[in-house]
């Protein structure tokens, strides 16, 4: 009696048969397989968080990143207290600026004699949620007093900028450029490898010495011409989509270097002579036939890249050469962390530094897991 194959992959043989193999569709046995990957599952809730994040920037940032407020420059990290007299109330206290005794600096004593409560979905600046609809609601703020003035968990940069809000919109920004960058390099590189996987010969000569001269010019000098070439009157949103067409310029050769070698591999199947046979044009037998096979390579490649733009990115806007303020990214918001006063003074300007590496291993991790998942060998 055959044995009975049950939902799941699992099964359950009747007595003296033979046991059978589990019997699973490919995206059952993709998603088993990336679930047996215990980091790649915990950086993909991650990177789900990161995402919220992105979508819900200006409900969860509290303060306008732009408004400077003298009276809070460099303003250091509030902690929040959850208890007042034995009760849950979350709250902060008043901040008094002081001079330091010895270096007449400014500094900022917390005030205990002032109870400035938290609360969740208060009102603050006004802003278009989704880009669509009014609202001035945030996910926390304070009672009794304006949020910008009288909260700060991330402290305040010299201008009196609210560092947590400011870290908020630089996430969004990093992480819708990094993934316009992997969109415009993927599809660029794509198409390029395998056309030049297809045709081979002088097509191939051809697309290959490019890619060699490409890949042959040092990453930061390339950089630095193509940033000198961005005029500085240009406005934020045009310097927006250069930077992102200049990251993505020098991205695409690694993945069309990689699709040339698998369609070369794959053209010589007999499927594909089938199609040639039966009058399937080029176009058709390379994006039809060809690059569906290399799916799973494309989506392990794509989540590979999306840091590596990421931190590109930050290298360009911690060189000064990628997007400038007013813009916020977070190559913008540490580049202020340049100087050693500003490090050994205001540590808490190195904190978005914490979030890139976070973005950066959690979609290394995921690209790792996704990349094994789809292996058909593993």
Same mark, same amino acid.
């Given at each position: 009696m055959a044995a009975e194959i049950v939902e799941g992959g699992k099964e359950s043989a009747a007595p003296g048969s033979t046991p059978t193999a589990d019997i699973l569709s490919p995206a059952a046995l993709f998603r088993r397989r990336f679930m047996r990957h215990r980091l790649a599952?915990?950086?993909?809730?991650?990177?789900?968080?990161?995402?919220?994040?992105?979508?819900?920037?200006?409900?969860? @940032?509290?303060?306008?990143?732009?408004?400077?407020?003298?009276?809070?420059? $460099?303003?250091?990290?509030?902690?929040?207290?959850l208890f007042d007299n034995g009760r849950f109330a979350p709250h902060v206290h008043g901040l008094k600026r002081t001079r330091h005794p010895e270096t007449f600096g400014l500094v900022y004593v917390a005030d205990e004699a002032t109870t400035i409560p938290v609360v969740l979905f208060a009102k603050g600046y006004e802003y278009r949620l989704f880009g669509l609809f009014p609202t001035s609601r945030h996910l926390i703020g304070t009672a009794g007093a304006p949020t910008e003035s009288s909260l700060f968990l991330f402290g305040a940069d010299e201008q009196g900028r609210d560092l947590f809000s400011r870290i908020v919109h630089a996430i969004r920004t990093s992480l819708l450029i990094g993934l316009a960058a992997v969109a415009v390099s993927i599809t660029v590189g794509m198409v390029i490898g395998t056309i030049?996987?297809?045709?081979?010969?002088?097509?191939?000569?051809?697309?290959?010495?490019?890619?060699?001269? $490409?890949?042959?010019?040092?990453?930061?000098?390339?950089?630095?011409?193509?940033?000198?070439?961005?005029? !500085?009157?240009?406005?934020?949103? $045009?310097?927006?989509?250069?930077?992102?067409?200049?990251?993505?310029?020098?991205?695409?050769?690694?993945?069309?270097?990689?699709?040339?070698?698998?369609?070369?591999?794959?053209?010589?199947?007999?499927?594909?002579?089938?199609?040639?046979?039966?009058?399937?044009?080029?176009?058709?037998?390379?994006?039809?036939?060809?690059?569906?096979?290399?799916?799973?390579?494309?989506?392990?490649?794509?989540?590979?890249?999306? !840091? @590596?733009?990421? @931190?590109?990115?930050?290298?360009?806007?911690?060189?000064?050469?990628? $997007?400038?303020?007013p813009a916020i990214s977070l190559g913008v918001l540490l580049s202020s962390a340049q100087s050693l006063q500003n490090v050994a003074l205001y540590s808490w300007m190195l904190i978005p530094a914490i979030p890139t590496a976070i973005i950066i291993i959690a979609f290394n991790f995921l690209g790792d897991g996704l990349r094994d998942a789809a292996d058909p060998n593993s």
């Open positions: 599952v915990v950086s993909a809730v991650v990177v789900a968080a990161f995402y919220l994040v992105v979508i819900f920037a200006d409900f969860i @940032a509290y303060s306008d990143p732009t408004t400077s407020n003298s009276d809070r420059a $460099l303003v250091p990290p509030q902690s929040i207290h030049s996987g297809y045709y081979g010969g002088y097509v191939d000569l051809i697309i290959q010495r490019i890619i060699e001269i $490409l890949r042959s010019i040092p990453t930061i000098p390339l950089w630095m011409g193509l940033a000198a070439a961005i005029p !500085p009157t240009w406005g934020i949103t $045009l310097v927006y989509l250069t930077v992102t067409l200049i990251i993505a310029l020098v991205g695409w050769t690694q993945l069309a270097r990689e699709l040339r070698g698998k369609i070369m591999a794959l053209r010589r199947e007999d499927f594909v002579t089938a199609a040639e046979l039966s009058g399937a044009r080029p176009s058709r037998i390379m994006f039809v036939h060809l690059l569906p096979l290399t799916t799973s390579h494309i989506i392990a490649t794509t989540t590979l890249a999306i !840091p @590596a733009m990421i @931190a590109s990115e930050t290298a360009l806007g911690f060189l000064g050469l990628g $997007l400038r303020p």
